[in-house]
């Protein structure tokens, strides 16, 4: 930053602190832009309370919004004075594995606000706000402090305070119908992302970034056009430090420009992990009859037309729900081995299903393994959930396994992607939208 910005940044953050001696009074507002001048979201110590607001082209979208978090049953929402912040930007891009361009622009601006309690026990928090041309992103931070070793995250209550009540795309379970009612319609809890319609924007709101030691967030009525955050299911256990996911409000003129700008989520997320990815291979899949024969004729037809994978759901090594059912074994109408053979021959992956019962019950270092020396390309989690934090838990290590034995994931069920698949590439797909099956 340049000097005139430094002294500048002082004179605004010694006049804030100068101003937490008034509570009735408007404390020094902290708000960047995007790149691009089209996104801003600013944050306010406001009569002793955390708050945030979003504009899009200097129309608001959503006005005072507070900020906090339950830690231990005591709610961090106030009684905080400001220590510092820092500011940075970034102009780049980065080049995916898998995605729908051959690179995907990162550029943002970025505040972050240290905060600590005035009084008791004086605990620290750090919020971190970021403006990007495709829309605005925000996340708390407990940093590490003797008196936040190990905690328990009871509720996150961050508010998303619209200026009317909007029409919604609302569901409540991943793989519902989406319907378009107001706000005030909806029922108590939204899975996010959540669509809102404004009447001349569209405004999506997401989570972002690793979720792996993090409960799912969901979005629930509080209040007249007012929603707050909540988990899926259960607490949080945590120990500092300790950064939660990211909150993201995305706005556009048109839906389909959410759309293009999905990459948002990855931007959001952490860089690829892995450091070789040249076995990840992206295609189009068709799902086979559990004999060797179906299979054998769906591998034809794939190699005929174009298809990369063919695919074994759920029966091929016995009963789903049976917990007998073991994974490294096929059933008798199945020719594992031809099978595989004969993909490999016509240049064809073979993905299998395999669900939590037999993930839990059975080695999964094993399992998978077991299938790399098959020649199998790809697993299919099943019943994997994700509810709580020992839901994501769960999950992140299967899919960290599932790239130690070079084997492309597709998750069923109702997982909704925060952007892990930059991180993992070998997450080429989710089924968390109403299907087939339904």
């Known amino acids: 930053m340049k000097q005139g910005g430094q002294i500048q940044l002082m004179v605004s953050l010694t006049v804030a602190i100068l101003m937490l001696g008034c ?6 507002d902290y708000t960047i832009t995007s790149p691009d001048g089209s996104h801003s979201i600013g944050f ?12 899009y082209h200097g129309t608001t979208i959503l006005s005072d919004s507070r900020l906090s978090m339950t830690l231990d049953n005591t709610d961090l929402s106030h ?3 400001i220590d510092g912040a820092r500011t940075d930007s970034k102009n780049g891009s980065w080049v995916p594995v898998v995605g729908s361009k051959s690179s995907y622009p990162d550029a943002y601006n970025e505040r972050v606000i240290q905060l600590s309690e005035v009084a008791g026990h004086k605990r ?9 041309n495709e829309g605005v992103a925000f996340r708390y931070a407990i940093p590490e402090q003797a008196v936040l070793t190990h905690f328990t995250v009871s509720s996150e209550n961050t508010e998303f ?18 319907t378009k009612v107001k706000m005030s319609a909806m029922g108590n809890k939204s899975i996010r992302p959540l669509l809102v319609e404004t009447g001349s924007h569209f405004v999506a709101i997401a989570e972002a970034g690793s979720l792996e030691h993090y409960a799912p967030m969901t979005l629930n009525r509080n209040g007249e056009n007012r929603l707050v955050t909540g988990f899926r299911r259960g607490t949080v256990s945590a120990r500092s430090p300790m950064t939660t996911p990211w909150r993201v409000v995305m706005v556009a003129d048109k839906p389909g420009t959410l759309v293009e700008n999905h990459y948002l989520l990855q931007n ?3 860089p690829c992990a892995m450091s070789d990815t040249s076995w990840i291979k992206p295609g189009k899949v068709w799902r086979s009859r559990l004999t060797t024969a179906g299979a054998k004729a769906i591998i034809d037809y794939a190699a005929a037309n174009n298809y990369q994978y063919v695919h074994y759901d759920a029966g091929w090594y016995g009963p789903e729900r049976a917990e007998s059912s073991n994974p490294v074994t096929y059933i008798d109408a199945i020719d594992q081995q031809g099978v595989i053979g004969s993909a490999r021959d016509r240049g064809i992956g073979l993905i299998c299903n395999i669900n939590k019962i037999a993930m839990s019950k059975y080695d999964l270092d094993h399992t998978l393994s077991t299938y790399e020396h098959w020649g199998i390309k790809g697993v299919k989690y099943g019943f994997v959930d994700w509810q709580s934090q020992s839901d994501m838990e769960f999950l992140y290590s299967a899919i960290k396994k599932a790239a130690q034995y070079h084997l492309i994931v597709d998750i069923h069920d109702n997982f909704r992607l925060t952007g892990i698949e930059r991180t993992y590439p070998h997450v080429l797909t989710v089924e968390g939208i109403l299907g087939n099956e339904e």
């Not at 305070?161 to 989406?178: G, L, N, R, S």
């Open 23 to 28: 509570p009735e009074t408007r404390a020094e």
């Open 44 to 55: 306010t110590l406001s009569s002793n309370m955390l708050t945030y607001r979003v504009l």
């Open 79 to 81: 009684n905080f004075q």
């Open 124 to 132: 620290r928090l750090e919020l971190t706000f970021r403006a990007y």
């Open 161 to 178: 305070q619209f200026t009317d009540d909007h029409h919604v795309y609302w569901d409540d379970y991943p793989q519902a119908k989406y």
């Open 268 to 270: 959001l997320s952490a």
